[in-house]
């Protein structure tokens, strides 16, 4: 008796199924992985603005105190990414014999955005710095 080696049409047929949902799981899977990607991507070109702005207004002498600032970063910066920051300063810890040349605490609040699609992303990153009451201080209000 002679015997047959290969394979049936069946069996074939039933191992190309089982390979093409093995390779579709396979692509979903890349495809969910690429979009995460990418999401972090952006998140983290943000985040690395946002670090760069912080450090930038923890340095600045010069800045308005209870007053909103903002701006956008260009597509130099910030590559193809929209984004923008909006920082607060404000007063935080201040001492009881508060006048002219006294130092205090003063907290800087930033807002970091930037546009996913058409939806607004935002974190906010809080910092730190000593400073000195000023004459402009007092006549703002600041130390009474």
Sequence with gaps: MKQQRGFTLLEVLIATVILAIAVTGLLSALSSSLGNASRLTEYDRAALLGR??????????????????????????????KAGWRARLSPFEMPNTAGPGVPYLERVELEIWWMQGDKRKTF?????RRSVITPEDRAAGIGR
Excluded: S, V, Y
Aim: proline share 6%; no cysteine; hydrophobic share 45%.
């Design 52 to 81: 760069q702005k912080m450090d930038e207004l923890l340095i600045a002498n010069k800045l308005p105190k209870l007053t909103p600032i903002e701006g956008i970063w260009d597509a130099e910066t910030a590559g193809d990414l």
């Design 124 to 128: 906010t990153l809080e910092g730190f």
